[in-house]
């Protein structure tokens, strides 16, 4: 199982803000992608998958370039209730494990 | 919603104790897997099963056992709890790597 690389932050941004995270994975095979959020001492919980044509889902918009193995969350107009661990996830084929990455940390301030 | 159901949220054990982690799921999902995360270290996967009576070693797995006596249940067995598996274990299942995970709340696991 190959790595899924993230800043681990922290990231914080006043409330309003537009934030951006970024990941990258090194098996080119990948073919299945995720956003999952963790808050503080619970599990983590799937925020989102990834299309090659990019999604959107409310504040939140998720981006792929397989070009360069990269993955991205924007969020826009923070809220206090954003704050979390934002984990970037990959599998490779179609019933492999999922590979996570350690995880981004972002802190939404007033 | 599916949801995946571990039994204890937290667990103080003795070094050496045989320890059971049980982690129950009601969508009927093939896959079910054991991780545990750190500090630091993210999400470790130990063991994972696509079948019942079928398990498959993950990345971490020296320490450990499963049991998948039944499609819904995926125990995790440290034979003999040390100070370094403590840690909190997470369960997850799914009805493949395309539709992501769904976990359990976790087990905060503490050995002294």
């Known amino acids: 199982r190959k790595e899924v690389e993230q800043d681990p932050g922290p990231f914080n941004v006043p409330e309003g803000a537009t934030v951006a995270f970024n990941c990258t994975y090194s098996?080119?095979?990948?073919?299945?992608f995720f956003w999952y959020r963790q808050d503080c001492r619970k599990e983590p919980k799937l925020l989102m998958s990834?299309?090659?044509s990019g999604n959107e889902d409310g504040r939140f918009t998720a981006q792929l370039n397989r070009a360069s193995q990269y993955i991205s969350l924007l969020i826009r107009d923070s809220k206090l209730s954003d704050s979390a661990t934002y984990l970037c996830?990959?599998?490779?084929?179609?019933?492999?494990?999922?590979?996570f990455g350690k995880g981004t940390r972002l802190s939404v301030i007033a | 919603d599916v949801k995946v159901t571990q039994s204890s949220r937290y667990l103080v054990k003795r070094t050496g104790e045989k320890v059971f982690l049980e982690c129950v799921q009601d969508?009927?999902?093939?896959?079910m897997f054991w991780y545990r995360q750190d500090p630091g270290l993210g999400l470790r996967l130990i063991y994972f099963?696509?079948?019942?009576?079928?398990?498959e070693k993950g990345d971490i797995p020296e320490g450990y056992s499963v049991s998948r006596e039944k499609k819904e249940r995926f125990s995790l067995i440290l034979e003999s709890a040390s100070t370094n598996q403590t840690s909190m274990y997470l369960c997850?299942?799914?009805?493949?790597?395309?539709?992501?995970?769904?976990f359990g709340s976790g087990t905060r696991l503490t050995v002294v």
């Open positions: 098996n080119s095979a990948s073919q299945s």
């Open positions: 990834v299309y090659s």
């Open positions: 099963s696509y079948d019942v009576k079928m398990k």
């Open positions: 969508m009927d999902h093939e896959n």
């Open positions: 997850a299942s799914g009805a493949g790597s395309i539709y992501g995970y769904t």
């Open positions: 996830v990959v599998a490779v084929q179609g019933n492999t494990p999922l590979v």
